[in-house]
């Protein structure tokens, strides 16, 4: 036994092999105890070089001292030697004189595991030669299967030699076909050349080893089932590769209608193509045409949809009397979001309007053409000979309901509950709202009952990774919240504090450091948002720490940062009833929340907080006594693609503010350095805007580099700002509809929604200059920094709620830039995109009755050709020309 175990412990397998041959079985199972021992051992740490080095023995050993076939299969398979197996030859000899029955036993179990558990495949292949058993077909096998046959071409041959010479060429190619993903794999090897696997699929087809049928019904079977597009794209390559015939085509109609209908688009171009030939060679029914054309016609894929508007033409052409039903099919596409789209289907009706000599088929043609754009109605009027609509429907703009600022509830009222909410806030996080009621119950249930907190806190505590006694504990809490390079990145950060300075994890000392020298962070454009805000946390912990507080001063009434001024003062009247020291930074980020514009509430509030006789109530009185919130002076800069903006100096908060508030005054540069800026975070940012309820605009200075990235270096998430930014109070200036004209250009949907979200909300608020939006958006995409293309995607999405009127109020001031451009310097200057831009505005014009004239729209929809941006300066043209109807 000590024989066995040392040489299983010292690798030498060849040693432990020749051991295990001359024992009998008894023997072999008296050794397993022993060996499940040292797997235990080895376990603690399998990455150490002993242990890397002991698992293959350890691997033979074990699964050849075990009689079981379930205990053996989970063996081979186990998790922690799935990186240091011993190779499946050996592990096939250690097995080799095992009955038959349980050898087919272990082979379907190890066949049955998942891809993940990486059985080898040769071990599996092996066990399938020694035992006779019929070859399985899990998705673990066939995929090892296919991985072996793509790894042949180190020999030499091809995969098509591969496959000829294997003897489960029939059960395994069926099972792929029903394996997920297998297609991938099969492009991935061997991609779309002449020994890819579609290449030899075909050839062992044509040559009868596979069965025709069966492989096409497969096949097609696949296509319908969907899956990943690299999936779809390797069955449809097997598909065309098999040359199938037209009586095999027209065997699987319904298969080809239900591809054409829900297919990927490459696929469903497949299936539009074959159903096409069909119908143009006899073989495929009007009916059936029209049910075809009813899916396709409705495809976001507008080359599918030009493609079956010309299959209808042919149609007509081809069977004049089958316009009873092809023109109805052809429109249905009257009703298509794009008007290129009913345009073409137009032109198709008019060339075969003749046709339609029944009255039933031309009402039902004048019916559907009241889905058109107007331009296009009046000249189906003509063409069918019906009366155009008489008036136009008064247009009613939609804009979503104002958001209201939710009230703050009060704080926890027990410990208990406080707890429950803490650790919620650091297991998913939280908005201001949450932020703030729990900071500041944890400063209440401090002052009220410290032991008591603690306790509730423990089971929150102990799972944090500064804790002693928690299991992920990587860094002593002192070094972690006193590096003065990185500040407090996240609320989840600020929570930590507080939470490590009640269980003792900070010095004194420390805290008083930071309360007096502030965080010495790297300086951005940022600092000035990440320093007052961590300054109020620091000085909470020093006071937790020292002198707790009852309550905190700066807790806002709303959800959007803002305090109400009565609140204010009466609790400033607490404190002075209770003898208690105001905290600076505390102090300083309440008069910043309190509110300041409705100045009938402030006149009053200044004069209760004059009558307290304290410091703190007569800096207040003098503040809430002074103008509402001014704004800097700005100008606009430009930085390589991009337009961004600088502010002057704000006196009125460096005067009497703490040192870490004062930089909220200071003036902003573009050019600030941002190299070592450590603010990747999104989620601090709502916090930046409670820090500033009232002055939305000198937040949105400071985060417009990182909001025009989104469009410029196609970054992601930093638009999650964009509707609480449109939420806020304050003015809305440059910096607010920058930050939003980089919203709606930006490279992913997700930031472009929010940005739409937010220019919906400042719409309905009042508060957006349509004026100055579409001017920035025009000199945005003139530069590149907004692509075209996006920005159109922005404006549908828009103009789909039911803002038309405003969206035509932006793209009104944006395309007289782009336009111009176009006429002084030719096609090239339209950018990609500036057609589908122009046929939103179209769109937005129409819906919403809008008139006059935009320079340079003339000399663009007189240009020859018939492109998307001519067309659509065409539709622009007409629709701002036409008189309403009377």
Not at 51 to 59: G, K, N, Q, T
Not at 255 to 266: K, P, Q, R
Not at 515 to 531: D, I, K, N, P, Y
Not at 730 to 751: I, N, Q, S, T, W
Request: with cysteine; proline share 5%; net charge negative.
């Amino acid at each position: 036994m000590s024989s066995l175990l040392e040489a299983v412990r010292a690798g030498r397998t060849a040693e432990v092999v020749s051991l295990l041959d001359g024992m009998t079985d008894a023997e072999r199972r008296s050794f397993f105890p022993e060996l499940r021992a040292l797997r235990k051992e080895l376990r603690s740490d399998q990455w150490n070089a002993a242990s890397r080095r002991a698992y293959p023995a350890l691997h033979a050993a074990g699964a050849a001292c075990q009689t079981g076939a379930a205990a053996v299969a989970s063996w081979l398979a186990a998790a922690d030697m799935r990186w240091s197996q011993a190779s499946p030859g050996l592990l096939i000899h250690l097995l080799g004189d095992r009955e038959t029955d349980w050898l087919v036993d272990v082979t379907h179990r190890l066949a049955q595991r998942p891809e993940s558990a990486r059985v080898p495949y040769e071990l599996l292949a092996g066990l399938v030669r020694l035992s006779g058993c019929p070859v399985p077909t899990t998705p673990a096998y066939v995929t090892g299967w296919v991985e072996h046959i793509g790894a042949g071409w180190e020999l030499g041959n091809t995969v098509l030699d591969r496959l000829r010479k294997d003897p489960h060429l029939a059960p395994l190619v069926a099972a792929a076909f029903e394996t997920e993903d297998i297609g991938g794999r099969w492009a991935w090897t061997y991609g779309e050349g002449p020994d890819s696997w579609a290449e030899a699929l075909a050839r062992l087809t044509d040559e009868g080893a596979l069965d025709r049928g069966a492989t096409v019904d497969a096949c097609v079977a696949r296509l319908l089932r969907g899956g990943s597009a690299a999936d779809q794209r390797s069955f449809l390559r097997v598909l065309k590769s098999l040359a199938l015939t037209r009586d095999e085509e027209r065997e699987r109609i319904a298969d080809w209608l239900a591809l054409a209908s829900d297919g990927m688009s490459v696929v469903a171009a497949h299936a539009q193509s074959v159903l096409g030939a069909l119908a143009l060679d006899g073989d495929l029914a009007p009916s059936r045409l029209t049910e075809m054309s009813g899916a396709v016609l409705f495809r976001t894929e507008k080359k599918l949809v030009r493609a079956q508007l010309v299959l209808l033409g042919k149609a007509l052409a081809r069977d004049p009397s089958a316009a009873g039903e092809l023109l109805p099919a052809a429109a249905q596409a009257f009703g298509h979001e794009d008007s290129d789209v009913q345009d073409r289907a137009l032109k198709l009706v008019e060339r075969h309007a003749k046709k339609a000599d029944t009255g039933p088929l031309r009402e039902e043609l004048a019916v559907a053409s009241e889905q058109l754009i107007p331009v296009l109605r009046a000249r189906a009027a003509r063409t069918l000979g019906v009366p155009a609509a008489s008036w136009t429907p008064e247009y009613e703009e939609v804009l979503p309901p104002v958001p209201q600022p939710v009230r703050l509830a009060p704080a926890p009222e027990t410990a208990a509950e406080l707890a429950e909410e803490v650790g919620a806030l650091l297991a998913s996080g939280g908005g201001v709202t949450e932020f703030e009621r729990t900071l500041d119950g944890l400063v209440r249930h401090t002052y009220r009952d410290k032991g008591a907190l603690l306790d509730a806190l423990a089971p929150v505590v102990s799972q944090r990774w500064w804790d002693p006694s928690g299991p992920e504990r990587i860094l002593p809490s002192q070094d972690y919240f006193s590096n003065s390079h990185r500040g407090i990145g996240t609320t989840e950060d600020g929570i930590d504090l507080l939470l490590a300075t009640l269980r003792g994890g900070l010095l004194t000392a420390t805290l008083h450091s930071a309360v007096q020298r502030g965080a010495r962070t790297h300086e951005c454009v940022h600092s000035a948002l990440s320093r007052a805000f961590d300054a109020r946390l620091w000085e909470v912990a020093y006071r937790i720490r020292t002198d707790p507080l009852p309550f905190l001063l700066s807790t806002p009434t709303w959800s959007t940062g803002l305090l109400e001024p009565d609140e204010l003062v009466a609790r400033l009247d607490t404190y002075r009833r209770l003898g208690v020291r105001v905290s600076p930074a505390d102090f300083a980020q309440a008069l910043l929340r309190v509110r300041r514009e409705d100045r009938s509430a402030a006149a009053t509030a200044a004069e209760d907080a004059a009558a307290l006789g304290t410091a703190e109530g007569t800096r207040l009185a003098a503040w809430l006594s002074c103008d509402g919130p001014t704004l800097p002076t700005d100008r606009r800069r430009t930085s390589g693609a991009r337009i961004l903006v600088e502010c002057g100096e704000l006196p009125e908060l460096q005067e009497d503010f703490p040192e870490e508030f004062r930089p909220l005054g200071r003036p902003v540069s573009v050019f600030k350095e941002r190299w070592y800026c450590h603010h990747w975070g999104q989620d601090i940012r709502q916090h930046w805007l409670a820090l500033l309820p009232e002055r939305r605009e000198l937040v949105a200075v400071r985060v417009l580099r990182d909001i025009s990235a989104l469009a410029v270096e196609d970054s992601r998430g930093a638009a999650a700002v964009l509707p609480l930014l449109a939420e806020a109070g304050g003015a809305a200036g440059e910096a607010v509809h920058l930050c939003l004209a980089y919203g709606l250009g930006a490279r992913h949907p997700e930031d472009r929604l929010a940005a739409v979200d937010a220019l919906l909300v400042l719409a309905a608020r009042g508060q957006l200059d349509p004026a100055r939006l579409g001017a920035d958006l025009g000199q945005l995409v003139r530069r590149g920094a907004v692509k075209p293309l996006r920005l159109a995607e922005s404006a549908r999405t828009a103009a789909a709620t039911g803002a038309n009127a405003t969206i035509w109020g932006v793209l009104r001031h944006a395309l007289p830039v782009l336009l111009a451009d176009l006429a002084t310097e030719g096609a090239a200057a339209s950018g990609r995109g500036l057609g589908e831009l122009v046929g939103v505005a179209a769109e937005c014009a129409e819906r919403s009755g809008a008139r006059g004239e935009i320079p340079h729209l003339a000399q663009a929809a007189d240009r020859r050709g018939s492109s998307r941006l001519v067309t659509q300066a065409r539709r622009l043209r007409d629709t701002l020309a036409e008189q309403r109807a009377a």
